[in-house]
């Protein structure tokens, strides 16, 4: 405690009479405006009369370079009192000073007396300002002609035959050095190895020259004493004085490294400049080191990567839940490459092996965690097998076995999704409807969003759906607490979108209308199921094709639209419901978008499953569970019947494409193929076909079934179906969240005032939804 008493009480001091030191001083760097017009106009611009100018209150100035056309960053002047800083902060390291031969800067001016302070300051701010403006290669320029200037044996240590020193430095030069007496005309021309350096300044303020050494001349002009050093040395290496650059120029032979130089993507536009194509080996080929050892490696880690899945929205391999070190150990352990192709079995280091793969394989990425609910339990299995790495055999049927289920089943099912949408925009755009609905991650959701590294707690949860209409826009609608995101909210999403297309074709309803989902209960569920049966039994589409994608691979271009939305958000902070809207609609503006965006704020939706849960046939159940989910259903309006009395018939089928590979986890000895047998994963080919078929029940030979066991309708003295109530203490929740931001914002804050004219506008007073109804708008679609 006393230590730290007294270092307080001395800090007191020396602050105090720094201050008043500072205060003395300032008060002799006010220069008279006569004094300041005799200056450099440049120097004019930043002289200080004694007050302290904000760094941040002077812009910087950007100059173009004339040989690359680059831009670079003009640093703005300083004033008096930062050069008064930094001169008392600099400290030369020169051994001349110590031999007398020159002196510091201000040890110099100090000789001369305290009046010349003021004097001192304005002749560095004059040097300085003659490199302030110049970028790297001007002040190489400048620092060359500084030592030109000042050395006073060029010739002699260049090379013996230099003897006519005028030739050396050209005539005029020569001229000018003879009148400063910066070399001799009776100079010796023996070759010595040493430069010989005069510093010494003429100021016409002064009555001598100022005599300073290496470090304060470049201190006084701003440039660095090792440029000084490097010049000498380049002056020495060429036996040249006529040097343009004391840059060295590597030369590069075979062995050369260009990773240091080059990326995968400079290495690209290298031959894509030049009309060639170019593979990613040959790019790779182009960067490797020529060494057996990195090669070797190279090669090992081409047939690692690839054995993983490339994503369908970028060019990207990701790794499963892995880390560098032990992909690394396997590839240690991984002795048969080595022991065929070089003896003694050798290998890079592990931080070789990790600039290798940032280097030349930076698209591969060790995916954490895998960003879906669902996961494909096919290829947990294969990965599991290929990490457990049993031999080069094994891992060579696990790279089979994924080629067999990506081109027998996840991305079969994406070409025929993307069929159906060709079908949609260019063969029948007038009678055929394709869409995609899926809901946005949460993570993005929350308001206020203040960015990545802040996190307003219990702040408004939004729910973002988004239905893609190909060939028509992206339609995002926004629900808040006062609805739940379930089955009643997907289907008044589709409705709507059903309802926008009709009005854009004059009223005319799609013949048929493809729709795609994923696994979520809030899609996959009997309910949309019978809304769609509905639409064929009243005739609104003729045909209905309802698809979702095997589970774990259901990312499509959706997902892309949202992830251009969560990219936005993370580079920006949005604090109001309104200027959420506004963010998502500036995150597709641009010249390169030409998606058509729209934002509806849902409030309020119909009671989808009151009205349709009576009619539902209540053995149906199951299709959306475990093995027995049924990925694609087809709705069709036929003529009614016994067999269809509502006159619509609904089949199912297991896949969208009528032939799949299934691989199932067997023991090894009840396995037939050969990529079985080495791994215990049998391969199956299984035909996709439309049940119930003819032959599915005796006492039903037609193919086909219905689901609504009646047809439901609203009452006649109803001008709309029913609402759905709100979500029950939602009324509380958002009273509360009104309180929590007005005191989290300042009253006279507009994000303040913002909330609460939204508060205004759509808080209900409680949670009836016929009173809120009365009051605010209810848009019940179709």
């Not at 670079?72 to 051994?95: G, H, M, T, W």
């Not at 058509?596 to 409030?603: G, H």
Request: with cysteine; net charge neutral; charged share 25%.
């Amino acid at each position: 405690g006393c230590r730290f008493i007294f270092f307080l009480y001395n800090f007191e001091i020396y602050f105090l009479t720094r201050s008043k030191k500072l205060t003395t001083i300032t008060s002799q760097f006010d220069i008279p405006i006569s004094q300041k017009s005799n200056m450099n106009e440049n120097v004019c611009t930043f002289i200080n009369s004694g007050e302290m100018e904000s760094s941040e209150a002077v812009l910087h100035v950007r100059k173009r370079n004339k040989k690359n056309g680059s831009e670079f960053q003009v640093p703005r002047a300083k004033n008096y009192r930062e050069l008064d800083a930094e001169i008392s902060l600099f400290y030369c390291n020169n051994s001349s000073c110590e031999k007398e031969r020159g002196g510091c800067y201000k040890k110099n001016f100090c000789s001369l007396g305290i009046s010349q302070l003021d004097l001192m300051l304005q002749v560095l701010s004059v040097h300085r300002e003659k490199t302030r403006i110049l970028n790297d290669e001007e002040k190489e320029t400048f620092a060359l002609k500084v030592f030109n200037k000042h050395c006073t044996n060029m010739a002699n240590v260049i090379n013996d035959t230099a003897n006519d020193t005028s030739a050396l430095y050209g005539t005029a030069t020569y001229n000018h050095l003879i009148t400063q007496n910066t070399i001799s005309t009776t100079e010796d021309k023996s070759r010595t190895k040493n430069f010989a350096f005069n510093w010494s300044l003429i100021i016409p303020e002064l009555d001598q020259p100022l005599k300073l050494c290496r470090d304060s001349l470049c201190f006084l002009y701003g440039i660095s004493p090792s440029l000084i050093k490097r010049i000498s040395t380049k002056i020495r290496e060429t036996n040249n004085a006529d040097i343009k650059s004391v840059k060295t120029e590597r030369n590069y032979d075979h062995r050369s490294y260009f990773g240091d130089d080059f990326t995968l993507e400079e290495v690209q536009e290298i031959f894509d400049s030049n009309g060639l194509e170019v593979s990613n080996s040959e790019k790779r080929a182009a960067l490797i080191r020529s060494s057996d050892v990195h090669i070797d490696a190279m090669v090992w880690m081409e047939e690692y990567f690839y054995q993983f899945e490339s994503q369908p929205n970028c060019d990207e391999i990701h790794i499963d839940c892995s880390f560098k070190r032990s992909i690394y150990e396997k590839y240690i352990e991984d002795e048969t490459l080595y022991e065929r192709l070089r003896p003694g079995h050798a290998s890079l280091s592990e931080g070789q092996f990790k600039e290798l793969w940032s280097n030349l394989f930076n698209m591969v990425k060790i995916r954490k965690v895998k960003r879906v609910s669902g996961k494909c339990w096919t290829c947990a299995y294969i990965n599991e097998c290929r990490n457990q790495q049993k031999g080069r055999e094994v891992a060579k049927a696990c790279k089979h076995l994924m080629v067999m289920h990506r081109g027998g089943m996840f991305m079969l099912e994406r070409i025929e999704y993307r069929r159906r949408v060709a079908e949609a925009v260019i063969h029948n755009p007038g009678t055929v409807m394709s869409s995609i609905i899926d809901g946005a991650s949460q993570s993005h959701c929350m308001l206020p969003h203040v960015g990545v590294n802040a996190e307003f707690k219990k702040g408004l949860g939004q729910h973002i759906e988004g239905v893609l209409t190909h060939n028509h826009g992206l339609t995002i609608y926004r629900s808040f607490p006062t609805v739940d995101a379930d089955s009643d909210f997907t289907i008044f999403c589709l409705l709507s979108e059903l309802k926008k297309w009709a009005d854009v074709h004059d009223g005319r309803f799609p013949t048929t209308w493809y729709i795609q989902i994923d696994g979520g209960s809030e899609n996959a569920n009997q309910y949309l199921l019978a809304v769609l049966e509905y639409l064929t039994i009243k005739r609104i589409c003729q045909s209905i094709l309802l698809t979702r994608l095997p589970v774990g691979h259901t990312h499509e271009d959706i997902d892309a639209c949202f992830g251009t939305i969560a990219s936005w958000f993370d580079r920006s902070f949005t604090q109001t419901p309104n200027d959420y809207k506004t963010a998502i609609l500036a995150a597709f503006d641009g010249e390169k978008s030409k998606l058509k965006i729209e934002v509806v704020d849902v409030f309020v939706v119909p009671d989808y499953q009151a009205l349709f849960e009576p009619f539902i046939d209540p053995l149906f159940s199951r299709t959306h569970k475990m093995e027995w989910t049924q990925h694609q259903y087809r709705f069709q309006a036929v003529v009614i019947s016994k067999f269809f009395p509502q006159g619509s018939k609904v089949t199912y089928r297991k896949y969208s494409s009528d032939k799949v590979v299934l691989i199932e986890k067997k023991p090894l000895f009840n396995c037939m193929t050969s990529v079985g047998r080495l791994t215990g994963l049998e391969p199956k080919t299984v035909l996709s076909k439309w049940y119930p078929a003819i032959d599915t029940h005796k006492d039903r030979a037609i193919e086909g079934m219905y689901l609504l066991r009646g047809i439901p309708c609203v009452p006649n003295n109803a001008n709309w179906m029913v609402p759905k109530q709100l979500i029950h203490g939602c009324t509380e929740l958002l009273a509360d969240l009104k309180l929590r931001l007005n005191a989290h914002y300042n009253i006279t804050d507009p994000y303040r005032d913002s909330w609460n004219q939204w508060f205004k506008r759509n808080q209900p007073q409680n949670d009836d939804v016929a009173m809120y109804i009365k009051s605010h708008r209810y848009y019940c679609p179709m």
